[in-house]
C-alpha cells in the first residue's frame, strides 16, 4: 500500500518523468520565441477614395488597391517593427514598398521584380513611415499586411522562397489546390527534397486567396522551395456552369504549350485521364497536360509564345494511374530529407494544410488504395529506353539537378530520338521490368478498393491525465482488495460474511414484525 501511495505521489510530482517524456533544456532545444504582433499599433492612410480597412480586417479576399498616384501610407509609430508581410491579391511584379525615416527621408527601397504572393521584408532601423505603390501605371492590390517584432514569423510568412527557376527537371501539374497532396503527393518529396531534381508544382485552378496560401504551405510541406506557378484559372465544380467556359480545352492547353516552353520541363507528371473520382477539371487538366507536349515543340502552333520562349521538347509523362508502363514511386522508404518519413506521411503532412477544407471533405492519402499516390504509368516518353527511373534515358547535360547524386540508368542519348507516344495517343512503350532503383518500390503494397470520402484521422495519443486517472483508480481497486484479505479470520471464517449473515437476520426480524 505504501508503494502504491508512493507511486500517486510520483505522477502527480513529476508527471513528464513519469510519462517517459524528456525535459530538454538549452537553446537547441527551445524553439525561437514567436514573434509579436504590432499590426494594431500603427497607422494607415492613403489618398485612394475609402478607408484601406482591407488591409487590416485579416480577410485574405478582400483587397485595397494602390498605385504610384495612390499609395499607402503606415505611419509604425511606436511599434518599432523587425518585418513587414505583405498579402498580396495577385502576383503582380509592378511594386515598390519605401521605408522613409520621421523626416521622411528614404532609408531603403525595394521593387519586386519577382511575383511573390506572399512578401516579407526586414524593416531598415530608424524607420518611421511606409509606403507601397504600383510602378510606372501598374494597380496593385494588398490583401492583408501584418508587422512583426522580432522572433520567428508564423505560416506562412516563414517560409523563404525562391523565384521559380528559367528552367525545370520535372513539373507536377495539378488541377486545385490540394491535388498535389492527395494523388500526386510523392513525387515532390521523393524527385525534389531527396534527390535533389529540380521541380515545381503547377496550379491549374484558383478558388480563394486563403487556399492560395494553404497551397504554399502544403508544397513546402513537401519539400519544394522554388516557388509554385499558378494558372490563375477558375476552379469550376460542375462542366454545366456557364464559367466552365473559362477553362475550356483550348484555355487550358494554350497555357501548356505556354508554359512548358517557358519553364521547359524535362518530366511531367499529372493527373488521372479519368480524373481519380472523376472530377471534369481533373480530366480537362490531364487530358491538356499530354496532349500539349507535341505542341509545344510545334513552332506553328502559338507563335507568339514560340518566338518569346522557343519551342521545347518535354522528354518524359507520367500520368496517374496510367494503366500501361507501370511505375510505382517507393512510398514506404525512410527519407532522409524529413529525417525519416515516409513520402505518404509527408503528403499527409502537406494535405493537412488544407485545413479549409476539411469541413467539406476529406480525402484518404495513402498508397494501399485504388487511387494510390505510388501508381502512375508512362504516358509519353521521347527517349529510347525510358526505363523505370523518371529521369531514366535523359542525359545529365540537360538536367538542373541540385544534387550530386545520379540515377543508376540515366544514359546519355546520341541522337534526340524521335517522339513517340503510348497507347493513349499513338504508340505504346515498353518498360524494362528487370531494372530496379531507390525510386522505385520492389514490393509494392496491395491495392484494395477503398471508398474515397475515408477519412484517414491519425490514432489520438493518449493524454496523461488518462493515465494517472487509470492509475488512481487501479490504487483504489487494490486498496480494497487488500482490504478484503485482511479481513479473512484465522480459522477461514470471513468477518464481511458474518456481517452479511447478521444483516439477512435483521431483515427477516423486520418483515415478521410487519407481518404482525
Not at 484521422?457 to 487494490?478: D, H, K, N, Q, Y
Request: charged fraction near 25%; glycine fraction near 4%.
Amino acid at each position: 500500500m505504501r508503494f502504491i501511495c508512493l507511486l500517486l505521489v510520483l505522477l502527480f510530482l513529476f508527471p513528464d518523468s513519469a510519462m517517459g517524456e524528456e525535459k530538454t533544456e538549452g537553446p537547441e532545444a527551445s524553439a525561437a520565441p514567436k514573434a509579436s504582433v504590432l499590426t494594431d499599433r500603427i497607422h494607415y492612410s492613403s489618398d485612394m477614395p475609402g478607408y484601406p480597412r482591407q488591409v487590416r480586417d485579416r480577410d485574405l479576399d478582400t483587397s485595397f488597391s494602390v498605385s504610384a498616384e495612390y499609395p499607402l501610407h503606415i505611419d509604425i509609430r511606436e511599434s518599432q517593427p523587425a518585418w513587414l508581410c505583405i498579402a498580396w491579391e495577385y502576383a503582380a511584379p509592378k511594386r515598390s514598398v519605401r521605408f522613409l525615416d520621421k523626416n521622411n527621408i528614404l532609408l531603403e527601397e525595394v521593387n519586386t521584380l519577382f511575383p511573390f504572393h506572399n512578401e516579407v521584408l526586414s524593416v531598415p532601423q530608424n524607420t518611421q513611415y511606409i509606403e507601397l505603390q504600383g510602378l510606372e501605371d501598374a494597380v496593385v492590390s494588398i490583401s492583408d499586411l501584418y508587422l512583426y517584432g522580432e522572433g520567428a514569423l508564423p505560416e506562412p510568412w516563414c517560409y523563404d522562397w525562391q523565384p521559380t527557376p528559367e528552367k525545370l527537371d520535372f513539373l507536377v501539374v495539378a488541377t486545385h489546390f490540394d491535388d498535389d497532396a492527395i494523388w500526386l503527393g510523392a513525387v515532390m518529396p521523393l524527385l525534389g527534397a531527396e534527390e535533389g531534381y529540380t521541380g515545381v508544382i503547377l496550379y491549374m485552378t484558383y478558388q480563394q486567396r486563403l487556399r492560395l496560401n494553404e497551397a504554399l504551405m502544403g508544397a513546402w510541406t513537401m519539400g519544394e522551395r522554388d516557388y509554385p506557378l499558378f494558372s490563375m484559372l477558375p476552379d469550376v465544380y460542375l462542366e454545366k456552369y456557364l464559367s466552365a467556359a473559362q477553362f475550356s480545352y483550348d484555355i487550358v492547353l494554350q497555357y501548356m504549350v505556354r508554359c512548358y516552353r517557358q519553364y521547359k520541363p524535362l518530366v511531367v507528371f499529372t493527373q488521372d485521364l479519368e480524373g481519380e473520382y472523376g472530377h471534369w477539371q481533373h480530366k480537362q487538366t490531364a487530358r491538356c497536360a499530354l496532349d500539349a507536349i507535341p505542341l509545344a515543340a510545334d513552332s506553328t502552333y502559338d507563335r507568339e509564345s514560340a518566338e518569346k520562349y522557343g519551342v521545347w521538347q518535354v522528354q518524359k509523362a507520367y500520368t496517374h494511374l496510367y494503366p500501361e508502363n507501370k511505375i510505382q514511386l517507393d512510398t514506404r522508404r525512410a527519407l532522409t530529407a524529413f529525417d525519416g518519413k515516409t513520402a505518404v506521411e509527408v503528403a499527409n503532412d502537406a494535405y493537412k494544410k488544407h485545413a479549409s477544407q476539411f469541413s467539406y471533405h476529406a480525402y484518404r492519402v495513402a498508397d494501399d488504395y485504388k487511387y494510390s499516390i505510388a501508381d502512375f504509368g508512362l504516358s509519353y516518353s521521347a527517349v529510347q529506353d525510358p526505363g523505370t527511373h523518371p529521369f531514366a534515358g535523359i542525359g545529365d547535360s540537360l538536367l538542373c539537378r541540385k544534387s550530386a547524386k545520379a540515377s543508376e540508368e540515366k544514359t546519355v542519348p546520341t541522337d534526340t530520338p524521335a517522339p513517340k507516344q503510348t497507347t493513349a495517343h499513338t504508340d505504346a512503350l515498353t518498360t524494362p521490368a528487370d531494372h530496379t532503383d531507390t525510386l522505385m518500390s520492389t514490393d509494392a503494397p496491395a491495392t484494395e478498393d477503398t471508398p474515397l470520402p475515408a477519412d484517414g484521422e491519425e490514432e489520438e495519443p493518449v493524454s496523461r491525465s488518462m493515465v494517472i486517472t487509470g492509475c488512481i483508480i487501479l490504487a483504489v481497486g487494490l486498496y480494497f482488495k487488500c482490504r478484503d484479505i485482511q479481513k479473512k479470520g484465522p480459522a477461514g471464517t470471513n468477518e464481511e460474511d458474518a456481517e452479511d449473515e447478521e444483516l439477512e437476520e435483521d431483515l427477516d426480524a423486520m418483515e415478521e414484525e410487519e407481518d404482525d
